[in-house]
């Protein structure tokens, strides 16, 4: 296959809208077109349509049914991928899911086992394995320049910004559904192994009380069935004063040496306008000369290459699979407060 006829199934704020990964990403690259759009709100699906040249259908039924399509990315909100996912693997076309894969174990199941059925590859976007501080870490584990891993401090926390004015369903999901699901897949990917036991705890209050029902952090630790064991902290009401949306900081330490990374604060460039400051993203989602650069299109490029040469992609079924897991005992620890083991 020469190009990926790519179909984008929700036109919001990631896939077209604010950031148009998807769409940016698609309409950028050799190998890859932006073929069609689908989105419940059909204006929306026509004004993505006709921004990036693409065609705009009626329903996710009618893109899936239309054979010019390859491949979709599923950028539907968190607790819409399930029957999306489902109808794209049935449909025969390969797919790129936005994490989480689904917000169930038995929903994450039926769409791993569609899409083995129909034989399509199925990615979780999970795009900090691209990222080039994590990368390097994972490499120097990888050639043993730390010994093995022993523990993992991870933190991935939002401005309040996100939940109360950027995501109009934060309600409807949690900072553990939303950026915990990367926080978790980076831990298992830079170990390298499975977790088998999980103890959590999380707060409400604060985001309860602006009227939107969903916790405000959660400090969840994870054991690996290696023995090694990680902290990984989500928070949601990090104050708007922050320089950056978003505040990453990863440890790792091995029987031989240690890690450290700062993926957010890390003064790559630092900006002072007349009123504010702030650190801007580098390794993001950078736009150079009007192409869109970062580790964010690089995994979603990824896709389009393993699609495009019938490679397996770097993430797949599975790894969704076992992240919505782990957040599924995370919950059941907090709700128990007992520590939960994972089959
Ligand atoms: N990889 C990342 O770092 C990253 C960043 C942001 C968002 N995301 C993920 O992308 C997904 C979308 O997030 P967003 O911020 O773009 O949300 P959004 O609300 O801005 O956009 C979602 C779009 O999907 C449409 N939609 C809803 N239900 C649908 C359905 N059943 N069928 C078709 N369209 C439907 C909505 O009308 C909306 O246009 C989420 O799963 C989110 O977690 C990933």
Redesign the pocket.
């Known amino acids: 296959m020469n190009t990926v006829r790519m179909g984008l199934?929700?036109?919001?704020?990631?896939?077209a809208?604010w950031?148009a990964m998807h769409a940016r990403t698609y309409a950028g690259m050799t190998g890859a077109e932006l073929h069609g759009v689908?989105?419940?709100?059909a204006g929306?699906a026509q004004a993505m349509a006709d921004k990036f040249g693409a065609r705009a259908y009626a329903s996710?039924a009618a893109l899936l049914a239309d054979p010019e399509i390859d491949a979709v990315a599923v950028?539907?909100?968190?607790f819409?991928?399930d029957?999306?996912l489902l109808a794209a693997a049935r449909a025969g076309k390969h797919i790129l899911a936005?994490?989480p894969l689904a917000m169930t174990v038995e929903a994450c199941e039926r769409i791993v086992a569609a899409a083995e059925e129909s034989g399509v590859a199925l990615m979780v976007?999970f795009?900090a394995r691209w990222s080039p501080p994590l990368y390097k870490a994972w490499e120097a584990i990888r050639e043993g320049e730390i010994g093995a891993p022993r523990h993992v401090y991870y933190r991935l926390n939002d401005r309040i910004f996100v939940p109360t004015e950027m995501?109009?369903?934060a309600g409807k999901t949690t900072v553990l559904w939303?950026v915990g699901s990367?926080a978790i897949d980076t831990v298992r990917w830079l170990i390298g192994d499975d977790v088998a036991r999980v103890y959590a705890v999380a707060r409400k209050g604060l985001l309860q009380g602006r009227g939107i029902d969903t916790p405000d952090y959660y400090q969840s630790m994870l054991e690996f069935r290696s023995g090694a064991t990680a902290v990984i902290e989500n928070s949601w009401i990090l104050p708007n004063s922050m320089p950056n949306i978003v505040d990453v900081k990863c440890e790792i330490v091995g029987d031989d040496g240690a890690l450290y990374v700062d993926q957010s604060h890390n003064r790559a460039l630092e900006k002072y306008t007349g009123t504010t400051g702030s650190y801007p993203d580098v390794f993001v989602m950078p736009s150079i000369y009007g192409a869109q650069c970062g580790f964010?299109a690089d995994s979603i490029r990824h896709f389009v290459d393993c699609v495009r040469e019938g490679r397996t992609p770097m993430i797949t079924g599975y790894d969704g699979l076992m992240v919505t897991k782990v957040i599924c005992a995370i919950e059941e620890s907090i709700r128990t407060k007992q520590p939960v083991d994972i089959a």
């Open positions: 199934i929700g036109a919001g704020g990631w896939g809208g950031g689908a989105d419940v709100d929306r996710t950028v539907t909100p968190d819409a991928h029957e999306v936005e994490k976007d795009h995501l109009p369903w939303f990367h964010a």
